[in-house]
T-cell receptor, first 113, second 110 residues
Framework: DSGVTQTPKHLITATGQRVTLRCSPR?????VYWYQQSLDQGLQFLIQ???????AKGNILERFSAQQFPDLHSELNLSSLELGDSALYFC????????????FGNGTRLTVT | GQQVMQIPQYQHVQEGEDFTTYCNSS?????IQWYKQRPGGHPVFLIQ?????EVKKQKRLTFQFGEAKKNSSLHITATQTTDVGTYFC??????????FGKGTMLLVSP
């Protein structure tokens, strides 16, 4: 058990809809990362937050947004969903800003129909 | 931007054979990390290498960081069926976020 909690585990929704994925980092970790994993695409970095502030952005679409709350949990909002957004979304946390090891949650599998 | 290439993409071995996956970065790295993702699971941190030429071992797994800090390898001796999964390397330069390779999927037949 990594200590990172992600909900929900599975999400099935229709194109055009909006969903919110939730992540609670490991106790003591201030940094939260969101990754998208599709078949053949490996782990695509979306965005990073540190202690409530956005620190780095990767290949995150404008239809996607995220935030980290004062209690350090984070939410990833995906809107105007398209079929191609179907993927496994992982949240990971780490202790610091420097490239310390990442602890991944179990992921949320999103299916857009 | 920084790119991390990993080869091979896929390897199928017989139990007992050795396995190696290679990782190459387009830029010099401050550190490299290795993760393992079992089928249906999430990536799990294995190890971090920081020093040029560093070699670390974990039982049957040997990790190396190149002298120029631009490449790395993971070698598994005498694979077992429990080694099945996808192995990812991830590199970072300074305070940059980790860039993951696309991973090497290892299948081990008994």
């Amino acid at each position: 058990d990594s200590g990172v909690t992600q909900t929900p585990k599975h999400l099935i929704t229709a194109t055009g809809q909006r969903v919110t994925l939730r992540c609670s980092p490991r106790s003591g970790d201030l940094s939260v990362y969101w990754y998208q994993q599709s078949l053949d695409q490996g782990l695509q970095f979306l965005i990073q937050y540190y202690n409530g502030e956005e620190r780095a952005k990767g290949n995150i679409l404008e239809r996607f947004s995220a935030q980290q709350f004062p209690d350090l949990h984070s939410e990833l909002n995906l809107s105007s969903l398209e079929l191609g957004d179907s993927a496994l979304y992982f949240c990971a946390s780490s202790v610091s800003l420097e490239s310390s090891p990442l602890h991944f949650g179990n992921g949320t599998r999103l299916t857009v129909t | 931007g920084q790119q991390v290439m990993q080869i091979p993409q896929y390897q199928h071995v017989q139990e007992g054979e050795d396995f190696t996956t290679y990782c190459n970065s387009s830029t010099t790295l401050s550190n490299i990390q290795w993760y393992k993702q079992r089928p249906g699971g999430h990536p799990v941190f294995l190890i971090q290498l920081v020093k040029s030429g560093e070699v670390k071992k974990q039982k049957r797994l040997t990790f190396q960081f190149g002298e120029a800090k631009k490449n790395s390898s993971l070698h598994i001796t005498a694979t077992q069926t429990t080694d099945v999964g996808t192995y990812f390397c991830a590199g970072a330069s300074g305070y940059s976020t980790l860039t993951f390779g696309k991973g090497t999927m290892l299948l081990v037949s008994p």
